[in-house]
Protein backbone atom coordinates (compact mmCIF):
# COMPACT_ATOMS: atom_id res chain seq x y z
CA UNK A 1 0.00 0.00 0.00
CA UNK A 2 3.14 2.35 0.58
CA UNK A 3 5.77 3.80 -1.20
CA UNK A 4 9.17 2.45 0.12
CA UNK A 5 11.21 5.76 1.89
CA UNK A 6 13.21 3.59 4.01
CA UNK A 7 12.96 1.20 6.64
CA UNK A 8 11.78 1.20 10.28
CA UNK A 9 13.59 1.09 13.61
CA UNK A 10 13.57 -2.32 15.27
CA UNK A 11 14.21 -3.67 18.68
CA UNK A 12 14.19 -7.63 20.23
CA UNK A 13 11.30 -8.39 21.38
CA UNK A 14 10.72 -10.15 24.74
CA UNK A 15 9.79 -13.52 25.15
CA UNK A 16 5.63 -12.53 25.68
CA UNK A 17 6.13 -10.19 22.54
CA UNK A 18 7.47 -12.40 20.50
CA UNK A 19 4.48 -14.92 20.94
CA UNK A 20 1.86 -12.35 21.14
CA UNK A 21 3.25 -10.60 17.51
CA UNK A 22 3.53 -13.97 15.68
CA UNK A 23 0.43 -14.72 16.85
CA UNK A 24 -1.27 -10.95 15.55
CA UNK A 25 1.20 -10.99 12.47
CA UNK A 26 -0.49 -14.86 11.24
CA UNK A 27 -3.70 -13.75 11.87
CA UNK A 28 -3.16 -9.96 10.08
CA UNK A 29 -1.80 -12.33 7.09
CA UNK A 30 -5.21 -13.80 6.81
CA UNK A 31 -7.42 -10.70 7.15
CA UNK A 32 -5.53 -8.77 4.40
CA UNK A 33 -7.33 -11.19 2.23
CA UNK A 34 -10.15 -9.92 3.53
CA UNK A 35 -12.58 -7.66 1.08
CA UNK A 36 -12.75 -3.95 2.52
CA UNK A 37 -16.76 -4.43 4.30
CA UNK A 38 -15.49 -7.91 5.76
CA UNK A 39 -12.37 -6.49 7.16
CA UNK A 40 -14.13 -4.00 8.63
CA UNK A 41 -16.89 -5.97 10.14
CA UNK A 42 -14.10 -8.00 11.70
CA UNK A 43 -12.17 -5.80 13.46
CA UNK A 44 -15.61 -4.05 14.89
CA UNK A 45 -16.68 -7.20 16.14
CA UNK A 46 -12.85 -7.85 17.61
CA UNK A 47 -12.50 -3.98 19.19
CA UNK A 48 -16.66 -4.52 20.99
CA UNK A 49 -15.11 -8.20 22.39
CA UNK A 50 -11.71 -7.25 23.60
CA UNK A 51 -13.53 -3.89 24.80
CA UNK A 52 -15.26 -5.93 27.09
CA UNK A 53 -12.19 -6.69 29.03
CA UNK A 54 -12.28 -3.62 30.87
CA UNK A 55 -10.98 0.10 30.27
CA UNK A 56 -7.69 0.38 30.07
CA UNK A 57 -5.01 2.55 27.40
CA UNK A 58 -2.08 1.96 26.23
CA UNK A 59 0.82 4.75 25.88
CA UNK A 60 2.28 5.81 22.79
CA UNK A 61 6.01 4.73 23.89
CA UNK A 62 3.97 1.26 24.53
CA UNK A 63 2.62 1.34 20.94
CA UNK A 64 6.21 2.51 19.61
CA UNK A 65 7.97 -0.73 21.11
CA UNK A 66 5.17 -2.76 20.01
CA UNK A 67 5.86 -1.49 16.28
CA UNK A 68 9.68 -1.79 16.85
CA UNK A 69 9.18 -5.37 18.09
CA UNK A 70 7.13 -6.61 15.16
CA UNK A 71 9.90 -4.65 12.54
CA UNK A 72 12.21 -7.20 14.53
CA UNK A 73 10.65 -10.31 14.02
CA UNK A 74 9.18 -9.38 10.82
CA UNK A 75 11.61 -7.79 7.91
CA UNK A 76 8.85 -7.48 5.80
CA UNK A 77 7.09 -5.75 8.45
CA UNK A 78 9.66 -3.15 8.53
CA UNK A 79 9.71 -2.10 5.45
CA UNK A 80 6.81 0.36 4.00
CA UNK A 81 5.45 -1.58 1.72
CA UNK A 82 3.86 -3.19 4.29
CA UNK A 83 1.92 -0.95 6.35
CA UNK A 84 -0.93 -2.89 5.50
CA UNK A 85 -0.44 -6.43 7.34
CA UNK A 86 1.74 -4.29 9.83
CA UNK A 87 -1.29 -2.05 11.04
CA UNK A 88 -3.51 -5.19 11.48
CA UNK A 89 -1.13 -6.98 13.43
CA UNK A 90 -0.20 -3.91 15.54
CA UNK A 91 -4.10 -3.22 15.85
CA UNK A 92 -4.48 -7.07 17.01
CA UNK A 93 -1.61 -7.18 19.61
CA UNK A 94 -2.79 -3.54 21.00
CA UNK A 95 -5.93 -3.36 21.25
CA UNK A 96 -6.39 -5.97 24.38
CA UNK A 97 -3.88 -3.60 26.21
CA UNK A 98 -6.06 -0.40 25.61
CA UNK A 99 -8.84 0.81 24.40
CA UNK A 100 -7.46 4.20 22.84
CA UNK A 101 -5.71 2.27 20.06
CA UNK A 102 -7.72 2.83 16.65
CA UNK A 103 -6.68 0.84 13.14
CA UNK A 104 -7.19 3.56 9.98
CA UNK A 105 -6.83 3.14 6.39
CA UNK A 106 -6.80 5.47 3.31
CA UNK A 107 -5.40 6.88 0.33
CA UNK A 108 -3.88 10.92 -1.19
CA UNK A 109 -4.12 11.18 -4.70
CA UNK A 110 -1.65 13.28 -5.60
CA UNK A 111 0.62 11.01 -5.91
CA UNK A 112 -1.70 8.75 -5.74
CA UNK A 113 -0.72 6.27 -2.36
CA UNK A 114 -2.73 4.12 -0.05
CA UNK A 115 -1.93 3.59 3.47
CA UNK A 116 -3.02 2.13 6.86
CA UNK A 117 -1.38 2.89 10.23
CA UNK A 118 -2.51 2.65 14.02
CA UNK A 119 -3.17 5.68 16.16
CA UNK A 120 -2.96 6.14 20.17
CA UNK A 121 -5.56 8.72 21.05
CA UNK A 122 -5.81 10.45 18.11
CA UNK A 123 -2.15 10.16 17.74
CA UNK A 124 -0.07 8.43 14.57
CA UNK A 125 2.39 5.98 15.79
CA UNK A 126 5.67 5.40 14.09
CA UNK A 127 4.42 6.83 10.87
CA UNK A 128 7.40 8.54 8.04
CA UNK A 129 4.53 9.47 6.32
CA UNK A 130 2.11 12.43 6.99
CA UNK A 131 -1.10 11.12 7.89
CA UNK A 132 -3.06 14.17 7.92
CA UNK A 133 -2.90 13.97 3.96
CA UNK A 134 -4.73 10.88 3.37
CA UNK A 135 -8.65 10.60 2.76
CA UNK A 136 -9.87 8.39 5.03
CA UNK A 137 -11.78 5.37 4.18
CA UNK A 138 -11.81 3.26 6.98
CA UNK A 139 -11.14 3.53 10.79
CA UNK A 140 -11.65 0.81 13.82
CA UNK A 141 -11.81 2.74 16.82
Not at 68 to 84: G, T, V, Y
Not at 114 to 124: E, K, N, Y
Amino acid sequence: MSIPIGSFKTLRPTQPERLGLHVALTVSRGMSRMKPSVLHNVLGKYAGVVDKMGDRSVDAPRAERAHAALCHLSPRCASHEACFVRSLALFLYLRPLGRNISWHAGFRTDPFLGHAWIQVDSHPISEALEVSQFIETMRVH
